[in-house]
């Protein structure tokens, strides 16, 4: 019986993948860079954004001017998300440059370099089970400052799904 509770718990949980090491020293020589050019730093808080919600969503559309380069954030859950414009993106995968309207979903765990080569703009839509219009709060939950706040957070998320055994169902598990 735990055993098949265990095997449905772990076959719900989300993947996080972490990107290898290399890419994770790049992208942080790249926020070096960026926060050291002459034309100043601006993170994706300084852009113009808008907030919308729904039952359990919140939408968030940011507008992108020409010519910026930026670190997204390292988002904690996948989700959905729109890309408008003329974007390269640099990711774990390689880079690629996306025209006109693109949809794609965001991975949990995922953080790139996005350069506009025009005015532009991207929608992203997360679940916002408590309906909270709290954006500092939603950030919170939705974006890491870290990669080892994934761990973390997927070791307190583990913890809460097994709380419903008791020390001796843990014992069996264990053995």
Known sequence: MIKQVLSLIFKKREVINIPNK???IAL???????????????TTKDFKTEHTFAD????????VPKGCIFLTFIHKKSHPAVMVGDHTLIEPTGNRRIKGVHNFITSAGTQRVCYAHEDSYCITVHLNPDNKQDIDRIEDRIYAMHYSELLDN????????LSFLNDEEVLLCQA
């Open 22 to 24: 290399d890419y994770r």
């Open 56 to 63: 359990g969503l919140y939408i968030r559309k940011t507008y």
């Open 154 to 161: 997927k070791d307190r998320e583990l913890n809460e799904e």
């Open 28 to 42: 942080l020589k790249m926020e070096r860079a960026i926060k050291n050019a002459p034309q100043g730093y601006m």
